[in-house]
């Protein structure tokens, strides 16, 4: 009997006859591998290790960039909230709480709550209301009970200027031991109480150094205060050295440290006069309260009062707090935390800080720079996933026919997808990681979260893009066809997309031009304004691209030569796949392009900033007249071109002006040239000298006076006399002032009419402009010059000025921001062209063995390669240049530059132009042509490299 065969086992769908041999994994959800079999993923890395390298690079790169985007927020906007704190003035970061007795309280009850050790146990409630994220510098916090400053008696021996005597604040401050050194001397002891009052009371009191010195004050001295029942009589018994004097302890009232010599309010006369503070004992205070209970009406503002100093902590302050830490100080000042404070004192409580302020200001730079940098995120995060798109669809071309093979034997669509996908998560996940690792080692000390999504939200298309592509390709086998993008005829699920794209894209621009950038906030729809913009201008280019091709087809096809007319042959038979590259160059050129220009916008507008609020490229200003024939010393500084001295006069009233007025005195010529270098204002030096002699001056002179005098005269009261002026000229801007009401007048005019009195000293001039030639100026030279010849004058050059308005860290780290993702997109879309070309290299290298059996040289091969290449790069350069142009123009009404180039400055420094968006050529230009040329330096490369090999190896390929 024949031995029967044994029955064969069904096959499984979801098993290739490949796995089963011992070259092959099993599946493994139909039992254990076979022996011998080699796992599929090793076995693919081994046999194209290349491939997985590759795109482990790419997403190590692309991961890196997105969890540095959000750190780099993080980190650029911590930097600058800690930035605003900690270089803050200690009265501007200071938590002042000061507690006025409640008059229905006994004066006896009022002296007692001011004792040292009562005062001293109120510091914990004060400090306890300081709660995450709201923090105190603890080793600062001072308190105490203290006067305000009150007039000193007529002392002979103490200073007095402009005849008036000096006014100290007496303050019993804690902890004054421990924060100085005794120089001279011994610490004061405590005054006892005296509930009577009245009469006279002494007290023991130390002052620092810089105090004595300007006082005049020696261990020993006594000042009188008096009060309307005796004289309150103030013994120096120390003199101080502070240890640390430029801290928050000494810095938060200056008067403390260094005396200071201010001027009275209400006079307009010069009525300076020193204003200092003497510190006694802690346990002094309900004797000093008792003891200034009795002063005299001249003496009703001393204001005894208990008083806590809790200085706000900058340096573990996070940008993301700065609302918690608002909400916290409100609160504090306003809310429950108040009313807690306030029933513990039982009086009435003060709760100030100007870190409210400095955090506000900080809360809206940020708002209105956050949408901007947006802009960016969104522009280089759609070119990388179009390339990691791409990266994905040369791996399943590549593969092809391989996986035509395993869907041939069996494999099923879910077998051949997680056999794809663990080979590409053997090479995406680790370098997701250390993409993310490496950010966070660059930039520590910022959130994880963000970051972890950006990663993560980088590996996902690199996943599942070539199992996705893959499937697609196999799931219904389908017979090779032409997909030439000339002859391609758009499908209707492409129709639907480039319509919600043009539809997304004008909503997009009519909300941002309508609201503008500053609307709350990162929209992401007004954000994804230039990307689709970009998006649009990739399908019309695609769909238009053909026409032309068409028609220079015709022409060469006569033409002698092959050359010609297989290159545009060639160009037309690109496949219609090549339409994504386009898209990532299109949407990457754009970016590129709208970022440049938002930065060349920013630059611009603080170049502009600096020249209004100097009025030159210098300005010499003094509060006394400036030396004789220092105009002539400045003209001869290294990159000096013009030099304008005026005479100002501001204060000046005028019935109907709204606002003072500010006559400016000049030399008509030289203030001309000056206006015109300087495009600040210029006008024609002959409008404004009074040839004839006339009654009425001509006057360069603003909106607002010109409308007031219009054709008639205005008189001025000037130091020189009484000036009448009438129009020659109407500008909104000038040099010496470029905000504001104002006159300018001839200097040799002026003279005229009023002869004898050039020599007045309000007269002479007090300011000097200065423009600079091309190579800038010698502001080393300037400095050196206004030092030696005016030293009271004030120097400012318009580059510190520029400087100091780009110091927020917020400007820079968005600036940074914006740049790399400029830079990133660029490279993005260079990158997608390379793919395209590795996407058909095979072809392109059989082509040119083909050619060159038929009599091409491989010199002629690389012409026909780049001129292949040629109309779609040049013309994707156009479209991206156009395209950049359009969206700058559609979106540049809706985008303020203000808050991103002058941070927390009044808009009013850039006139009424403001800071709006304009079109950069060099912006627009550079990538549109960088990115072809390399993507044109690469077809060479490929030419040359396919040139190498033999025809017939590549034909027996």
């Not at 879309?829 to 063995?849: D, Q, Y």
Request: hydrophobic share 45%; net charge neutral; glycine share 10%.
């Amino acid at each position: 009997m024949p031995a029967q065969d044994p029955p064969e086992a069904p096959e499984s769908p979801d098993v290739p006859e490949a796995a089963v041999t011992p070259d092959a994994p099993a599946d493994p959800q139909h039992g254990p591998r076979p022996p011998g079999a080699a796992p599929w993923v090793r076995t693919r890395l081994r046999a194209a290790p290349g491939g997985a390298v590759a795109l482990a690079l790419l997403v190590l790169v692309t991961a890196f960039l997105a969890a540095a985007f959000p750190r780099g927020v993080d980190t650029y906007e911590d930097r600058e909230a800690r930035r605003l704190i900690d270089g803050a003035t200690a009265a501007e970061r200071n938590v002042a709480v000061t507690a006025q007795p409640d008059p229905e309280v006994m004066s006896e009850d009022q002296a007692e709550s001011m004792g040292g050790r009562v005062v001293e146990r109120f510091v914990q409630p004060v400090l306890g209301e300081f709660r995450d994220p709201l923090r105190a510098e603890r080793g600062q916090v001072s308190y105490g009970v203290r006067t305000k400053p009150v007039l000193v008696t007529d002392d002979p021996w103490l200073p007095k200027t402009d005849g008036q005597r000096p006014e100290v604040q007496l303050d019993a401050r804690a902890g004054v031991e421990e924060r100085a050194r005794v120089v001279e001397g011994r610490l004061p002891e405590p005054t006892a109480y005296g509930a009577e009052g009245g009469g006279d009371v002494a007290f023991e009191a130390a002052v620092t150094v810089a105090t004595a010195g300007k006082l005049h004050l020696r261990v020993g001295s006594r000042v009188h205060i008096p009060q309307s029942q005796g004289t309150v009589v103030v013994e120096v018994t120390g003199i101080l050295e502070p240890k640390a004097p430029g801290s928050d302890y000494w810095s938060v009232d200056p008067l403390l440290r260094t005396p200071e010599l201010r001027q009275k309010p209400q006079s307009l006369e010069p009525q300076r006069y020193w204003a200092a503070a003497f510190l006694l004992h802690p346990d002094s205070g309900p004797a000093l309260f008792a003891g200034t209970q009795s002063f005299g009406p001249s003496f009703e503002d001393a204001g005894t009062s208990p008083y806590w100093n809790v200085p706000v902590a900058g340096g573990a302050l996070r940008g993301r707090n700065v609302a918690a830490v608002l909400d916290a100080l409100s609160t504090l000042q306003e809310g429950p935390g108040f009313e807690r404070l306030a029933q513990k004192t039982g009086g009435t409580l003060d709760i100030s800080t100007g870190a409210t302020g400095l955090l506000a200001g900080y809360t809206e730079v940020r708002d209105a720079v956050t949408p901007v940098v947006a802009v960016a995120a969104f522009g280089v995060g759609a070119v990388a996933a179009v390339v990691l798109g791409m990266s994905g669809g040369l791996a399943a071309s590549r593969r092809r026919a391989e996986l035509a093979l395993l869907r041939s034997r069996g494999g099923s669509l879910r077998g051949i997808a997680t056999r794809l996908l663990a080979e590409n998560a053997a090479a995406v996940l680790p370098a997701a990681a250390a993409g993310y690792g490496l950010a966070v080692l660059l930039l520590p000390g910022a959130r994880h979260t963000p970051a972890l999504l950006a990663a993560g939200a980088t590996a996902a298309p690199a996943l599942c893009a070539l199992p996705l592509l893959a499937v697609a390709a196999v799931r219904r086998p389908r017979p090779p066809v032409r997909t030439d993008l000339v002859r391609a005829r758009p499908s209707r699920q492409r129709l639907v997309a480039e319509v919600t794209a043009v539809v997304l894209a004008v909503g997009a621009i009519v909300v941002l031009r309508r609201r503008g950038d500053a609307g709350g906030g990162a929209d992401a729809l007004v954000s994804a304004a230039p990307v689709l913009v970009g998006v649009v201008a990739a399908a019309v280019f695609v769909r238009l691209y053909p026409l032309p091709l068409r028609l220079a087809a015709r022409p060469a096809a006569w033409a002698r030569g092959a050359l010609g007319f297989l290159s545009l042959a060639r160009a037309g038979r690109a496949p219609a796949a090549s339409a994504l590259p386009l898209l990532a160059l299109l949407v990457a050129l754009t970016t590129a392009s709208f970022g440049g220009s938002v930065l060349a916008g920013v630059a611009d507008a603080r170049e502009t900033a600096s020249l209004h609020s100097v009025g030159g490229d210098a300005r010499l200003t003094s509060a006394a007249p400036l030396p004789d024939g220092l105009a002539a010393k400045a003209e001869k500084v290294g990159g000096v071109r013009h030099v304008a001295s005026v005479s100002t006069e501001s204060g000046l009233q005028v019935i109907g002006l709204s606002g003072d007025l500010t006559l400016l005195t000049v030399d008509a010529s030289a203030y001309a040239r000056l206006s015109a270098d300087l495009g600040l204002g210029p006008f024609d030096a002959a409008r404004l000298r009074d040839g004839n002699g006339g009654r009425a001056l001509p006057a360069l002179v603003s909106p607002g006076v010109a409308d007031l005098i219009g054709d008639g005269t205005l008189g001025l009261q000037s130091s020189r006399g009484r000036i009448t002026a009438e129009v020659a000229a109407v500008r909104t801007m000038t040099p010496a002032l470029t905000g504001g009401q104002f006159a300018v007048v001839d200097a040799e005019s002026v003279a005229r009419q009023l002869p004898g009195t050039e020599a007045v000293t309000e007269a002479r001039p007090d300011t000097l402009l200065l423009s600079a030639a091309g190579g800038g100026l010698d502001g080393a030279a300037l400095r050196e010059l206004a030092r030696d010849s005016a030293p009271g004058a004030a120097l400012l050059l318009r580059d510190d000025v520029t400087d100091d308005l780009a110091a927020s860290e917020l400007q820079r780290g968005a600036e940074r921001l914006y740049a790399a993702a400029a830079v990133a997109a660029t490279g993005y879309a260079l990158l997608a062209v390379l793919l395209s070309l590795l996407r058909a290299a095979p072809e392109r290298v059989a082509l040119l063995a083909r050619l060159r059996t038929m009599g091409f040289s491989r010199r002629h091969g690389r012409r026909l390669l780049v001129l292949e290449a040629l109309p779609q790069l040049v013309a994707a350069g156009l479209v991206g240049a156009l395209a950049g142009l359009v969206t700058v123009r559609l979106l540049g009404p809706g985008i303020d530059l203000s808050a991103l180039a002058l941070g927390e400055e009044s808009p009013d420094l850039l006139g009424p132009g403001g800071a709006e968006l304009r079109a950069d050529p060099l912006a627009l230009a550079l990538p549109s042509v960088a990115v072809p040329a390399l993507a044109l330096a690469a077809v060479l490369v490929q030419a040359w490299w396919g040139g190498r090999r033999r025809a017939v190896q590549e034909l027996r390929a």
